[in-house]
């Protein structure tokens, strides 16, 4: 869909991750791949299709495995992330077979798509394990490759276009360590990456609870007009200050629980948000964001 003039974002179906592309004199800078390589397909030939421009370089968000899968469909263009997302990508799947990391175990490919302590926060044995396993059930997860990023940047990039300044900011870590947000000067829009879930509970994993609290309210200083969320539809900045306090009030709740002196089995049995209790997967995430959070508070 189109969200302002040369800009696109592609939502994904269902709640998947989402992509986009900004339209420039030199051809089509890519915001994020797809989690698997016939999804990257679909999304650049939908891109050919409605620019008739060829994609001149693709943007990694960040590191994990729904935004970046279908990185290898964009290897033939250079592929810009964070240091850190390279760095995160180089210590969790080792060495490269060739140019690509092939990925075919399940928990390399689990950690990567949601966070390195998943096994920590529901272990093998855990019966909850079954949602994340048919999470990645299709045959297109069956091998993963994952091309590198080949340029990256430390703090910011700025690309200056005749009509349009591109910002792609990294401020610290967030929802993962590398996470940069893509703001269209001109047009208003900006791209959050994973910074914002909409439309579902949040998933903590292995995020820097505070560090994200507080990039949401840079993001809040911006003057924006469309959101594009790493998961979900387009929306605004009420939704971002909607979300940011939804995060604040998790980490409240838990670190209350902490100060009271209450034990994580029990905080995860008693800590409760009925305030989101209609949000999509707060049943099933909110009890791992409770464990999540309880760690992370307490450095654990
Ligand atoms: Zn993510």
Known sequence: MTVADGVYAWIGAGGDSNAGAIDTPDGLLAIDAQQYQRLARQFREALTA?????????????????????????????????????????????????????????ATKLRLLFGQNIFELVPESDPAQAWFRQRISLPDYDTVTIAPPTETFADRFTFRLPKETVHLNYWGPAHCDGDIVVHLEKS???????????????????????????????????????????????TDLQEVARFRTMLIDLRDAVAKAIKAGVSEEAAVREVHLPQYADIPRYKDWAPIDVRAAYRYLRGT
């Open 50 to 106: 409605k620019t008739g421009k060829p994609v001149r370089m693709l943007i990694d968000t960040h590191c994990h495995l729904d935004h970046t899968a279908g990185n290898v469909v964009f290897a033939d263009v250079p592929i810009l992330a964070h240091d850190k997302t390279l760095t995160a990508l180089e210590t969790y799947l080792g060495s490269k077979s060739g140019a690509h990391w092939t990925i075919t175990d399940y």
């Open 188 to 234: 208003k829009v900006i791209f959050l990456g994973d910074l914002l879930f909409y439309g579902r509970f949040p998933w903590l994993g292995d995020c820097d609870l505070n560090g994200w609290i507080d990039r949401l309210a840079r993001v809040l200083t911006l003057d924006v007009k469309v959101v594009i969320p790493g998961h979900g539809k387009p």
